[in-house]
């Protein structure tokens, strides 16, 4: 058949533009394996890490340097220790710079090695006056002939980063330039690809229809659309799997490791003992805040976090505040102030949750920040400027917006600093990050939440005149909520109960079994939920405490099984005891047919509360799981060091007198009530609620604060209940001190 000789040229001229577009190609790719070749050795021979490693000694020289001044302005063992090991760091990282790398890199500088040699030149001589003092110890003309040293030292130190920045930043341009000479080739290349390209696809584009290269254009799109959303959803599906499992993962070990401490700090100790103890559980405790910080950042990114609103009694809530805040702010000797204005509601509409959350965020904050002088938190209603000046109390209430202020005498930020403060891990600087620690997501947080609640926080400050935090909230005043039932502190249980536990961790399992049996109860504990399922098959129990997960069979599946179970062991209590803290575990749990969420760690108190909500005994009146947990009797802390700093005979005769002394004090609030006298209602309420949180009694201290900051215009009724919630309190207080053996 014979060919048409245009098409016969299109073909060869297509042909030799295709030949000379592959050996453009092939040039490029020559050239452009060759800048792959370079880049991967300058990687391969990029020296960051030493010049980091200069930095690090650098920085270790001026550490050391300071921990030299501080054993020469305070001697003693524990600076002299603190000496030796931050000279042995400095040490390990001259170590590291005067390697074979760093060597081989600098042998022709002379400079360098002359730097280098007065360095080890230090060490040498400081190690040989070390092996000549007596056992170790350095005397004090040791200590200032060796600041001596290091003071003509600073130079040379400083020279090797200057010498090796040199040599490296010499390497960088000579790269610099062959790469330029490289990509000058390259362009041109790339121009004449270019050329040839578009020539080829002229001639193409009259051999393929344009609807229906369109089509594929759009099909491929459509494909590639599809795909980008599948694995978009994937990623956010991992994203949710892989959260859950790092709450679970390190939430189990530290459940384990908090429940030990606490029973290990309830054990018989000295003092160092007892300091240790305490150190290891607030790292414990400061590893779990930051957990929840990660997770709850991680929910509001992807909007799960759900608010639920609730009737909140604003002296209660204050009043817990105060509990919790108070011992942190007597340890720096800091006064701690909570106020409500008159005109604030009483009972609001809010997530309390999330509320105490916030506000102990920002209390916490100003007590760590806070030096000297006080930390107050003042609530007050803050009138819309669109109400009509004639609006009734009631509507103002109602409507209005309620500011939340919390102000401190502390450190103070300057504007850049505030300017960041609210940005994700913000802590104002470096040195306040060191010197303070935290993960600085809590005010990124509380802000989210603030305004999750329609609300926003703001801040005023100046550098050393302390700052002020104001969070402005709509909670609409509501009717009083059915209060929690608190259970009363007690030792012993109502009966003893046959609880079943699926736990797979080692060392949970040995912590609850120390908790269940020092609450008064038998356990028998399983690896999974399969053996927990063949066990109650088998045997009666009281109560099942669920691990989530564990191999095998996990803890939703086993629930479903036992629901399964013919009556009456398909009716058992089934508790969720799990460190996945996420809302979603809690709901496929109650789900799943169990009964109540403990997330871990479980504290103890948590663990007896529940038991007595759901565990068969005595009538007991159940809190649902959605209202709040019974609060502590006593701070702990704070009883023991008041027992302590006092003989034993000492301390029961002042707990003794607390409680004569504080029952007489009722009869004189009747009277300041008969006699309508708010002032001296208010003052001897306040006498007893100081006197209580100095004894760590927070049985008391609650509504002796209630009573205190009852509202000008509050009715006879709500003083008269006040004051019988208080002489209740004083007999728990009373019970409590006689089960710990505290008075007789």
């Known amino acids: 058949m014979m060919t048409d000789p245009s098409q016969r040229k299109r073909r060869t001229l297509l042909t030799l533009m295709a030949a000379a577009l592959a050996l453009a190609f092939g040039a490029v790719f020559y050239l452009e394996g060759r800048q792959v070749n370079m880049l991967q050795a300058s990687v391969r021979t ?28 305070k001697p003693g063992v524990a600076s002299l220790e603190s000496l030796k090991t931050r000279y042995e760091i400095f040490v390990s990282r001259l170590g590291v710079i005067a390697g074979d790398q760093a060597s081989n890199m600098m042998q022709d500088d002379l400079a360098y090695q002359q730097a280098l040699a007065q360095v080890r030149g230090f060490v040498l001589w400081f190690d040989a006056q070390a092996s000549r003092s007596n056992g170790g110890a350095f005397d004090e003309t040791l200590l200032h002939n060796t600041q001596q040293r290091m003071a003509e030292l600073y130079t040379p130190v400083r020279d090797l980063s200057l010498r090796l920045s040199q040599h490296l930043a010499a390497q960088a341009t000579q790269r610099i330039a062959l790469i330029r000479d490289q990509s000058k080739y390259s362009i041109g290349l790339t121009l004449f690809q270019c050329v040839l390209t578009l020539g080829f696809a002229l001639l193409a584009l009259q051999q393929f229809r344009r609807l229906d290269a369109r089509r594929k254009a759009l099909e491929t799109l459509a494909q590639n659309l599809s795909e980008a959303r599948t694995e978009a959803e994937s990623a956010n599906r991992a994203k949710s799997v892989f959260l859950a499992n790092m709450s679970h993962e390190v939430r189990t070990p530290l459940h384990g490791l908090l429940g030990m401490l606490s029973l290990l700090k309830d054990s018989p100790l000295n003092e160092v003992q007892q300091e240790q103890v305490a150190t290891a559980g607030e790292s414990a405790r400061h590893l779990l805040v930051i957990l929840n910080d990660i997770l709850d950042m991680s929910k509001l990114e992807s909007g799960s976090l759900q608010m639920n609103p609730e009737p909140v009694e604003l002296p209660r809530l204050l009043a817990e505040l105060e509990a919790l805040m108070l011992p942190q702010a007597h340890a720096k000797q800091l006064a701690l102030q909570l106020s409500m204005a008159p005109d604030v509601p009483r009972w609001v509409r809010a997530d309390v949750t999330r509320l105490r959350q916030v506000l102990l965020n920002l209390l916490s904050n100003a007590i760590k920040f806070c030096e000297a002088g006080a930390v107050s938190l003042d609530v007050t209603l803050r009138r819309d400027e669109d109400l009509p000046a004639d609006s009734s109390a009631d509507s103002v209430a109602a409507t209005a917006m309620l500011r939340f202020t919390v102000i401190d005498t502390g450190i103070g930020m300057d504007e850049a600093t505030q300017n960041r403060l609210f940005e994700r891990f913000s802590q104002g600087d470096a040195s306040t990050s060191r010197r303070f620690g935290g993960t600085g997501l809590g005010l990124e947080i509380s802000r989210n939440l603030a305004r999750r609640m329609g609300g ?10 302390g700052s002020t935090f104001i969070v402005e909230l709509p909670l609409p005043a509501c009717e009083p909520g059915v209060a929690p039932v608190v259970v009363p502190a007690s030792n012993q249980p109502a009966r003893s109960l046959r609880i079943l536990v699926s736990e797979d961790h080692e ?4 912590y609850l079994e120390a908790v269940l049996q020092r609450l008064g109860h038998s356990a028998r504990f399983c690896h999974n939920g399969k053996e927990a399922l063949q066990a109650l098959m088998r045997d009666d129990f009281d109560i099942v405490l669920m691990d989530l997960h564990t191999p095998v069979m996990d803890g939703l599946t086993a629930t479903e099984a036992m629901r399964a179970l013919p009556a009456p062991k398909r009716h058992i209590k089934i508790v969720a005891l799990t460190a996945d803290a996420f809302e979603e575990s809690r709901q496929r749990a109650l789900a799943a047919g169990m009964d109540d969420f403990l997330a871990k760690p479980v504290h103890i108190a948590d663990l007896q509360a529940m038991l007595l909500r759901h ?7 159940r809190v649902p799981a959605t209202q709040a947990e019974p609060l502590p009797a006593i701070d702990q802390q704070t009883l023991n060091q008041v027992r302590n700093a006092l003989p034993p005979e000492t301390f029961q005769q002042l707990l003794q007198a607390f409680l004569r002394d504080e029952a007489q004090s009722l009869p004189n609030l009747e009277r300041a009530l008969r006699a309508q006298s708010r002032g001296e209602l208010r003052q001897t309420a306040h006498s007893v609620k100081g006197a209580a949180l100095s004894l760590g009694l927070l049985v008391v201290s609650r509504p002796a604060m209630v009573l205190e900051q009852l509202p000008a215009d509050a009715s006879p009724a709500a003083a008269e209940h006040a004051i019988r919630e208080l002489r209740v309190a004083l007999g728990q207080a009373r019970q409590v001190c006689q089960e710990m053996g505290l008075i007789s």
């Open 46 to 73: 990029e020296h960051d890490s030493l010049v980091w490693s200069m930095f690090q000694l650098e920085v270790e020289y001026l550490k050391l340097q300071g921990e030299l001044q501080h054993a020469i302005d």
């Open 456 to 465: 926003d926080i703001r801040v005023n400050s100046a550098l050393n005149l």
């Open 507 to 510: 060392i949970n399992r040995k």
């Open 615 to 621: 565990g068969p005994g005595p009538a007991v009146e």
